[in-house]
């Protein structure tokens, strides 16, 4: 299964549009999951992940997202531009999934402060939206993920649309497709 992950808070948005466009075109069973629907807090750095093997807080990441994350066999990241930066939800999202490396999962890191890499070598793609500029930095956020995860990245998809629908823009929606395919070709190596 592919996870989709949107960190958009409009369901109805370019953002979620290309995640489905990607997970479409792989042709495998995927889900999306809206991070407005799980509502992750944020991240308070108390690190009693690291000692306790999980985060604290009950909410949509402990109670959904951890395991779905660590199940997937590729996951697609996708945030809206906010300023130059992802949104706060795909933030909050990439801040608490320091507690998967501490859930005794994974392959050991380099660095022992670092827990495991429970996601190593997974295939993942990112994709984001905008109107005008900063995409590149908003990729680059979710690619530091990837890198940091230790998943494998396949590509990525920076679509700017101005104030129009991406679902009206074939080239973008296209871009999507060959990004899915990418995606598709990584998981049969993998």
Same mark, same amino acid.
């Given at each position: 299964?592919?996870?989709?992950?949107?960190?958009?808070?409009?369901?109805?948005?370019?953002?979620?549009?290309?995640?489905?466009?990607?997970?479409?075109?792989?042709?495998?069973?995927?889900?999306?999951?809206?991070?407005?629907?799980?509502?992750?807090?944020?991240?308070?750095?108390?690190?009693?992940?690291?000692?306790?093997?999980?985060?604290?807080?009950?909410?949509?990441?402990?109670?959904?997202?951890?395991?779905?994350?660590?199940?997937?066999?590729?996951?697609?990241?996708?945030?809206?531009?906010?300023?130059?930066?992802?949104?706060?939800?795909?933030?909050?999202?990439?801040?608490?999934?320091?507690?998967?490396?501490?859930?005794?999962?994974?392959?050991?890191?380099?660095?022992?402060?670092?827990?495991?890499?429970?996601?190593? +070598? *997974?295939? #993942? /793609?990112?994709? &984001?939206?905008?109107?005008?500029?900063?995409?590149?930095?908003?990729? =680059?956020?979710?690619?530091?993920?990837?890198?940091?995860?230790?998943?494998?990245?396949? +590509? *990525?998809? #920076? /679509?700017?649309? &101005?104030?129009?629908?991406?679902?009206?823009?074939?080239?973008?929606? =296209?871009?999507?497709?060959?990004?899915?395919?990418?995606?598709?070709?990584?998981?049969?190596?993998?």
């Amino acid at each position: 299964m592919i996870l989709g992950i949107c960190g958009s808070g409009r369901k109805e948005g370019n953002t979620g549009a290309l995640i489905e466009a990607v997970l479409k075109a792989t042709g495998a069973a995927h889900e999306l999951i809206w991070l407005i629907d799980i509502n992750p807090a944020y991240c308070t750095g108390c690190m009693r992940c690291v000692f306790e093997g999980n985060c604290w807080q009950q909410d949509g990441m402990t109670t959904i997202l951890y395991k779905k994350i660590l199940d997937a066999e590729a996951i697609v990241l996708g945030s809206p531009c906010y300023y130059g930066e992802v949104s706060g939800l795909m933030k909050s999202m990439m801040d608490r999934s320091i507690a998967l490396g501490y859930m005794g999962i994974g392959k050991e890191s380099d660095n022992p402060m670092h827990g495991r890499k429970p996601l190593a +070598g *997974k295939p #993942g /793609a990112v994709v &984001g939206a905008v109107a005008g500029h900063g995409i590149d930095h908003t990729l =680059e956020v979710m690619e530091r993920f990837l890198s940091y995860s230790e998943m494998k990245g396949v +590509g *990525k998809l #920076g /679509a700017i649309a &101005g104030m129009d629908d991406v679902r009206e823009k074939p080239d973008i929606m =296209e871009q999507a497709r060959q990004l899915g395919l990418k995606l598709k070709e990584a998981l049969k190596r993998n």
